[in-house]
Nanobody, 119 residues
């Protein structure tokens, strides 16, 4: 079992910054990738950024140059630093971790944290 707890969402003006945190607990030694997804009203959930256990990162084109994903292995925590926020970044942001078994199966999701970019 893996549990993910997110924090850091909120209301910010366009051009502002927020940092999201996701702390994992449980059987975490099998996790190879952690990422952030987001879902805006009426839209499908989409990948924002991901980081592997080796530190390789991947970003959606829409956030490249503005968002940075990083990890702190000692704290079992992944961060998403979001700068130059735009109204279109408004969404519920979810943390994801996978796999959950040594057979590379399963994934876990956090409860989601709301990010609202508005003046």
């Amino acid at each position: 079992q893996v549990q993910l707890v997110e924090s850091g969402g909120g209301l910010v003006q366009p051009g502002g910054s927020l940092r999201l945190s996701c702390t994992a607990s449980g059987t975490i030694f099998v996790i190879k990738v952690m990422g952030w997804y987001r879902q805006a009203p009426g839209k499908q959930r989409e990948l924002v950024a991901a980081i592997t256990s080796g530190g390789i990162t991947n970003y959606a084109d829409s956030v490249k140059g503005r968002f940075t994903i990083s990890g702190d292995n000692a704290k079992n925590t992944v961060y998403l630093q979001m700068n130059s926020l735009k109204s279109e970044d408004t969404a519920v942001y979810y943390c994801n971790a996978r796999p959950l078994t040594i057979h590379n199966t399963g994934e876990a999701w956090g409860q989601g944290t709301q990010v609202t970019v508005s003046s």
